[in-house]
Nanobody, 128 residues
Framework: EVQLQASGGGLVQTGESLRLSCASIGFAFDGSPVNQYVIGWFRQAPGRGREGVACITYTDGRSNILDSVKGRFTISRDNAKNTVYLAMNSLKLDDTAVYYC????????????????WGQGTQVTVSS
């Protein structure tokens, strides 16, 4: 199974930046290598549901990003390192959440149910 490791979170002040990393390795049950997957970033704030933030394909680099963070967050990938990054700029209090990365074989429904492997999450806390 694909394993993912999210890292890069921390405690920052509003307006500061963080870059999250999602390193992945391994193979899915069907034998698909990780570089054939879509990698997504999700976040979950206390008392709130899980929210999709951004996703990117390893194969062609196509990406999508949540409208509410567009212009501040950027998703990218380094295929050689099997790593996807989420650069977060101009952080706001509402960005505080646990951020998870996940892998999907394909996007079928456009929600978290597409994702078959999840990392442990990394805490992002934005303070004023």
């Amino acid at each position: 199974e694909v394993q993912l490791q999210a890292s890069g979170g921390g405690l920052v002040q509003t307006g500061e930046s963080l870059r999250l990393s999602c390193a992945s390795i391994g193979f899915a049950f069907d034998g698909s290598p990780v570089n054939q997957y879509v990698i997504g970033w999700f976040r979950q704030a206390p008392g709130r549901g899980r929210e999709g933030v951004a996703c990117i394909t390893y194969t062609d680099g196509r990406s999508n990003i949540l409208d509410s963070v567009k212009g501040r967050f950027t998703i990218s990938r380094d295929n050689a390192k099997n790593t996807v990054y989420l650069a977060m700029n101009s952080l706001k209090l509402d960005d505080t959440a646990v951020y998870y990365c996940a892998a999907a074989r394909a996007i079928r429904y456009g929600d978290s149910s597409d994702y078959v492997a999840w990392g442990q999450g990394t805490q992002v806390t934005v303070s004023s």
